[in-house]
T-cell receptor, first 114, second 113 residues
């Protein structure tokens, strides 16, 4: 089946720094990428949806200037958490779909801000 | 927007018993309802899904039922095994597998020996 690779799987960063998370589709063209955030023992909450070559659409309450999404190619989307703070510590996960494929989750990234 | 409620939040069953998890959705336009199993620290894994033109679907020990009129759908796991222990999420979307999903709040299933 289709493979989605997300990196890094975990990252620890200092408060105030930025962290970039990559999500790659390895064997299909990713026309749409969904970025989710999951706090411990909670559900997956959609942060934003991005289509290749277009600006991301953010969900209500998600700061677009803090969570920068770039989907410049059909195989790669990145989420950058800028000026991270401890409250941004969470599990971030991408979900990728192609033009004629079902959607697949990446492995997820555990972000810890200290 | 869509709102998906899920019950119970925790469920403990003995090995071999059945487990049932229920979800309700708010948007009558939703037409695709997947169920995911998530183990700690891992990505959600699709275990079964159902579309609005079908009332029931079964895959070995797992089945899903859908009542469009009442806007609720349920996951049934029979002959539970310890490896079924995980968090289960229901979800709903309007336009199929590749579209935006709204997730339920999750059910932590514990299968005891």
């Amino acid at each position: 089946g289709a493979v989605v690779s997300q990196h890094p799987s975990w990252v620890i960063c200092k408060s105030g720094t930025s962290v970039k998370i990559e999500c790659r589709s390895l064997d299909f063209q990713a026309t749409t990428m969904f970025w989710y955030r999951q706090f411990p023992k909670q559900s997956l909450m959609l942060m934003a949806t991005s289509n290749e070559g277009s600006k991301a659409t953010y969900e209500q309450g998600v700061e677009k200037d803090k969570f920068l999404i770039n989907h410049a190619s059909l195989t790669l989307s990145t989420l950058t958490v800028t000026s991270a703070h401890p409250e941004d510590s969470s599990f971030y996960i991408c979900r990728v779909s192609g033009a004629n494929t079902e959607a697949f989750f990446g492995q997820g990234t555990r972000l810890t801000v200290v | 927007g869509e709102n998906v409620e899920q019950h119970p939040s925790t469920l403990s069953v003995q090995e071999g018993d059945s487990a049932v998890i229920k979800c309700t959705y708010s948007d009558s336009a939703s037409n695709y309802f997947p169920w995911y199993k998530q183990e700690l620290g891992k990505r959600p894994q699709l275990i079964i899904d159902i579309r609005s033109n079908v009332g029931e679907k079964k895959d070995q020990r797992i089945a899903v039922t859908l009542n469009k009129t009442a806007k609720h759908f349920s996951l049934h796991i029979t002959e539970t095994q310890p490896e079924d222990s995980a968090v289960y999420f229901c979800a709903a979307s309007k336009t199929g597998t590749a579209s935006k999903l709204t997730f339920g709040t999750g059910t932590r299933l514990q299968v005891t020996l």
